[in-house]
């Protein structure tokens, strides 16, 4: 039996190069976990398609997503297949994410989740 995230031998090909998923999801004012759109969410999740197009990256699919249940670590994404999350606060590191994970395949530790970093 392969691992969680693992490919199987019988698995057809990645139908994306890099599937990503941008929670924007919304709260009333005042909830105990916050939201990632109260912190710009889906303003930024389309600075990151908008600029995945210019780009002209055919292989790459950016999502929108409902709650990730990381809402206190927001905005959350996450990054298929290797299935990396991260968290963001402005364009430029939307920007960062897109150059150096998305085309470049390679890891923005500063801004990557860990499962440790949730809260109790
Ligand atoms: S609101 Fe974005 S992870 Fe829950």
């Not at 990151?48 to 670590?73: P, Q, S």
């Not at 920007?95 to 150096?100: K, Y």
């Amino acid at each position: 039996m392969s691992e969680a995230g693992e490919g199987s031998a019988g698995d057809p090909p990645l139908y994306y190069g890099r599937h990503v998923f941008c929670c924007t999801n919304t709260r009333a004012p005042g909830h105990p976990r916050g939201c990632c759109n109260e912190k710009g969410a889906e303003r930024l999740r389309g600075v990151l398609k908008k600029r995945a197009k210019e780009l002209g990256l055919t292989d790459v699919r950016i999502n929108t997503a409902g709650c990730l249940d990381r809402c206190e670590l927001g905005p959350t994404m996450v990054i298929y297949p290797e299935g990396v999350w991260y968290t963001y606060r402005d364009e430029a590191d939307v920007e960062e994410i897109l150059q150096r994970h998305v085309v470049g395949g390679e890891r923005v530790e500063r801004l990557m989740l860990r499962p440790g970093d949730d809260p109790d």
